[in-house]
């Protein structure tokens, strides 16, 4: 799609965000992000508008929701040139009492971000890994 209304249709904003910025739904409708499947005619999508990163300026999080068993997600931020990706987050695996949940939290903006305990590791050449916590790190309360 390459209609702006016909977009809008299809991208839900969160309950309690604001509505993304005039220049947001333009970059969207000229193709100008990795939107996957919310421009097409069937999509299924949230965006939530918040300071993510706490810098003070805006990041857009677009979610896809049409995948019977996953989301995804991407997260759009700006500088002087405009819109642009920085970065993704992908669920999989959901039945689809979990699929349900997960849309209607993202529906209705709660979202929260959690400071990672674990730190990104540096590689040369900018590579990073992202050390992801198994089930007793996530809940450390839990430990012996």
């Given at each position: 799609m390459t209609?702006?209304?016909?977009?809008?249709?299809?991208?839900?904003?969160?309950?309690?965000q604001a509505a993304p910025p005039e220049d947001w739904w333009q970059s969207l409708v000229r193709s100008q992000m990795p939107a996957g499947s919310c421009t097409q005619g069937n999509s299924n999508c949230v965006a939530s508008s918040n300071d993510l990163d706490g810098d003070g300026q805006l990041d857009l999080l677009l979610c896809s929701l049409n995948s019977e068993y996953a989301l995804a997600c991407v997260l759009q931020t700006r500088n002087p040139d405009g819109w642009y990706p920085a970065g993704t987050a992908d669920l999989y695996s959901l039945d689809s009492e979990a699929k349900s949940e997960v849309s209607q939290a993202l529906r209705n903006g709660q979202i929260q971000t959690r400071p990672n305990r674990r730190p990104e590791l540096a590689l040369p050449g900018d590579?990073?890994?992202?050390?992801?916590?198994?089930?007793e790190?996530?809940?450390?309360?839990?430990?012996p």
């Open positions: 209609d702006l209304p016909q977009i809008r249709q299809h991208v839900t904003v969160a309950a309690g590579r990073r890994i992202h050390i992801r916590p198994g089930e790190g996530l809940r450390p309360e839990t430990r």
